[in-house]
């Protein structure tokens, strides 16, 4: 079956996991993905929180699915040949170098178009143009320039990181976007561009609701927030929120049946107006629905900490499924908190292809998650991650046209 990125091929230049995780999209999506590593050292995640002695990392392994792996030494003059003739032949290059790498190569923009007007140069980067554009940024960094790390933790404790990576993977989504939107653009002009995706930008548009309410500040407290009903006055800053929702419907973490033993055992209940009637019928306070405290929303805002103390009375007395199952019927949302155990576990989510098993020819099996997307006429297959190397003589001759009399002066020459 024709994949919507067939024919489109992609120069991988991406290590760890902001890029390989654009790539690595592109790829599911039938992209050919040529990853470019360094001859006997590869991606530096290959070796890091290695599980399996003498196997690939699930940190490597999990983020570079359908790829082939190409070893080249970039710095070598015969490295270059083969990277010149790479250029030519894809469609776009990833990269997430630190700043400037690539100039310093002899790759920079400039030269690429020589080498290929159509081509897409496409770039992860810490910040954008400004005072901090040259600065290395990880995961977590990014996290705390964006705006999260600030609003994430409770208002009385330390700024917190998410254990969601949206510095790195939300970037490389968002450059997995730019470089489709840029592929379009070519069909019409025939030109390539350059397209950018740094963290703290993609950080700070996740946390777009955050922006929202340092601008309503202005008007006064955030009185959805469990601070304002606690009588704690309000910085010039959106605070942290702890657990409350971002929507304007509150919603906290309520503690269900088994939580003094498990860890996650616990529910996400949002008292949304729409059905509160429905909420009282099941936590046992009919004469809620007509009480002056409790009949609004707005009534409600003063007594959140009370209204939630009398739902988790009711919740700790059902297992999180439980919940489910009684409040789903009359339209309460809420949500269980489920552990990665469960998650990997879960049948429905191996039939969808969100979560994969892979076989590994080092490590054996191995579960990875697989495509986000899901389109109605591609089935996405998700392939195990390349060794090292694998597909080095594969590319230099069927992609790139060398001869074995070139492949094996170029591996003389210490190039591949």
């Known amino acids: 079956m024709s994949q919507p990125l067939d024919g489109i091929r992609i120069l991988d230049f991406t290590h760890v996991q902001s890029g390989p995780t654009c790539t690595q999209l592109l790829a599911w999506m039938g992209a050919d993905v040529i990853k470019v590593e360094r001859p006997g050292v590869g991606d530096a995640t290959r070796k890091q929180l290695v599980d399996v002695e003498g196997a690939d990392s699930l940190y490597f392994t999990m983020l570079n699915h359908n790829k082939r792996s190409l070893t080249l030494n970039s710095k070598n003059e015969a490295g270059k040949e083969v990277l010149e003739r790479l250029v030519q032949k894809c469609d776009v290059l990833v990269e997430n170098f630190a700043p400037g790498a690539l100039d310093r190569m002899g790759f920079g923009w400039e030269r690429i178009q020589e080498l290929n007007p159509r081509m897409i140069m496409a770039s992860v980067k810490g910040f954008g143009p400004g005072p901090y ?11 705390c320039a964006g705006g999260s790390a600030s609003t994430t933790g409770f208002h009385d404790g330390l700024p917190m990181i998410t254990g969601a990576q949206i510095g790195d993977s939300g970037t490389g989504l968002n450059l997995g976007f730019g470089i489709l939107a840029a592929l379009l653009h070519r069909e019409k002009t025939g030109r390539g561009q350059r397209v950018l995706a740094a963290m703290q930008d993609g950080v700070i548009n996740l946390c777009r609701v955050k922006l929202r309410d340092q601008q309503r500040l202005k008007a006064g407290p955030l009185k959805e927030y469990s601070q304002h009903g606690e009588n704690v006055p309000f910085g010039e800053a959106t605070p942290r929120a702890g657990n409350d929702s971002g929507g304007g419907q509150p919603g906290r973490i309520l503690k269900c049946k088994g939580w003094e033993t498990d860890p996650d055992a616990y529910t996400y209940f949002i008292t949304q107006a729409a059905v509160w009637k429905n909420i009282c019928d099941i936590i046992g306070k009919p004469d809620w629905k007509e009480h002056p405290d409790y009949a609004s929303p707005l009534a409600r805002l003063p007594h959140l900490n009370e209204v939630f103390c009398a739902i988790e009375d009711w919740t700790v007395t059902k297992t999180k499924y439980e919940v489910m ?14 552990s990665m155990k469960e998650l990997a576990e879960e049948p429905s989510l191996r039939a969808t292809g969100t979560i994969v ?12 998650v697989g495509c986000p997307v899901k389109l109605s006429d591609n089935a996405f297959t998700v392939t195990r991650s390349p060794l090292l190397g694998e597909h080095t003589d594969e590319v230099l001759s069927k992609v790139l046209g060398f001869s074995d009399e070139d492949i094996a002066s170029f591996k003389e020459a210490g190039a591949v």
């Not at 098993?357 to 990875?368: A, F, I, T, V």
């Open 357 to 368: 098993e892979c076989d590994h020819p080092e490590r054996g099996p191995y579960l990875s």
């Open 133 to 143: 554009e040259d600065c290395k940024v990880y995961e977590n960094v990014a996290q």
């Open 325 to 338: 199952e009684i409040c789903n019927p009359l339209n309460i949302p809420v949500g269980p908190i489920l």
